[in-house]
């Protein structure tokens, strides 16, 4: 059974966060969502109100997947969590060159703590490529229309949060 990792905050899911994990059941039998704390990002959504969020737009990839696919949260060292997963594989979205060059850093790091677990990259959809979380958020706090960017119960959370 190959066990992949798709690490991220996901603050808040984004249609690009959905669009790596449609592909990337196709690489894994197992997918662990691993939902980061990361206190110093600032998110606006707790742990908790983000595991939730992922969780519940998880069904229809499972279903057509067949793929079996947990959201779980963790705050220590990527590569310690991926090992007590025995994850096999981490995922990894790329939008942009400033991605790629982010993520280089961090597949030598983790290489050098674990040379046995592979990181992959996935390049997000064209339609997905300029969706970030930060950018998200900052439209819905302006009252934007966030519709084509997040799954439209992510979007009711957003408005919920920003009392638009």
Do not use: W
């Amino acid at each position: 059974m190959r066990t992949g990792l798709y690490p991220g905050t996901f603050d808040p899911l984004t249609n690009g966060h959905v669009d790596i994990i449609s592909r990337a059941v196709k690489l894994v039998d197992h997918l662990v969502i691993g939902v980061a704390m990361n206190d110093q990002k600032k998110p606006l959504f707790s742990v908790e109100e983000r595991v939730a969020m992922v969780t519940g737009e998880m069904d229809p990839i499972r279903q057509s997947s067949g793929v079996k696919i947990t959201v779980e949260s963790f705050d220590d060292l990527l590569m310690k969590f991926a090992e007590r997963l025995k994850a096999d594989i981490i995922i990894r979205g790329l939008r942009a060159v400033s991605d790629f060059e982010y993520e280089f850093q961090m597949v030598g790091m983790n290489t050098f703590l674990n040379e046995e677990i592979e990181t992959v990259f996935l390049m997000a959809d064209p339609h997905h490529q300029a969706i970030a979380s930060r950018l998200v958020k900052e439209i819905a706090r302006l009252d934007g229309d966030i519709s084509k960017f997040v799954p439209q119960s992510v979007a009711r959370k957003l408005v919920e949060k920003f009392g638009n």
